[in-house]
């Protein structure tokens, strides 16, 4: 059984920075991909940034400058560093990860959620 495990987040003044990290434990036979997405009430879960083996990332162009992606493979943590808050960036936080919990399958996995909140 694979679990991820968030935290960070809270509540922070526009421009301010705040950092979350993402742990996924239990059986883990590899990790395609990790990354974060978002949820604001009344709105779709979106993608805020991923990063995949190799090195290659992808951010929200709402995100792009601002945010940093980054994965730990000795720990399978991923990490997202928020600068530049703004209100809007206000959000439900999702880990999200694709891994193999043996050879023969792929999964994907979903965090708890943290919340961030951004005051203007």
């Known amino acids: 059984q694979v679990q991820l495990v968030e935290s960070g987040g809270g509540l922070v003044q526009a421009g301010g920075s705040l950092s979350l990290s993402c742990a996924a434990s239990?059986?883990?036979?590899?990790?395609?991909?990790m990354g974060w997405y978002r949820q604001a009430p009344g709105n779709s879960r979106e993608l805020v940034a991923i990063s995949e083996p190799g090195g290659v990332t992808n951010y929200a162009d709402s995100v792009k400058g601002r945010f940093t992606i980054s994965i730990d493979n000795t720990k399978n943590t991923v990490y997202l560093q928020m600068n530049s808050l703004k209100a809007e960036d206000t959000a439900v936080y999702y880990c999200?990860?694709?891994?193999?919990?043996?050879?023969?399958?792929?999964?994907?996995?979903w965090g708890q959620g943290t919340q961030v909140t951004v005051s203007s």
């Open positions: 239990g059986s883990i036979f590899g990790i395609h991909r």
């Open positions: 999200h990860a694709i891994i193999l919990p043996s050879w023969t399958s792929t999964n994907d996995y």
